[in-house]
């Protein structure tokens, strides 16, 4: 079955940087686009980048533009989310999407904490 397992949140203070990662497993990585959201609470989950299947024309959230990149191994089966200039409103948790056959998958989550 399809699995996502994200990695590399954490606790950091305004103005750091930190890496996420998401390996997927149980279906053809290389073929699908794949995105990260971010989720508060009482907030709906929001789309922060998305990347196509070969790791080409990522978009970004405005929120996001500038301080954020999105990229993928694919031999490796693993997306990133690499985030600089980290501010106290991306506190949030942060998930791996891939969207196959009309049925979106999520990973459990990974939790990132910006705060002086």
């Known amino acids: 079955q399809v699995q996502l397992v994200e990695s590399g949140g954490g606790s950091v203070q305004p103005g750091d940087s930190l890496t996420l990662s998401c390996t997927g497993s149980?279906?053809?990585?290389?073929?699908?686009?794949m995105s990260w959201y971010r989720q508060v609470p009482t907030k709906e989950r929001e789309l922060v980048a998305i990347?196509?299947?070969?790791?080409?024309?990522?978009q970004y959230a405005d929120s996001v533009k500038g301080r954020f990149t999105i990229f993928r191994d694919n031999p490796q089966k693993t997306l990133y989310l690499q985030m600089d200039s980290l501010k106290p409103e991306d506190t949030a948790i942060y998930f791996c999407?891939?969207?196959?056959?009309?049925?979106?998958?999520w990973g459990q989550g990974t939790q990132v904490t910006v705060s002086s």
């Open positions: 990347v196509t299947s070969l790791g080409m024309g990522p």
């Open positions: 149980g279906f053809d990585f290389k073929m699908h686009s």
């Open positions: 999407n891939v969207f196959i056959n009309a049925v979106n998958y």
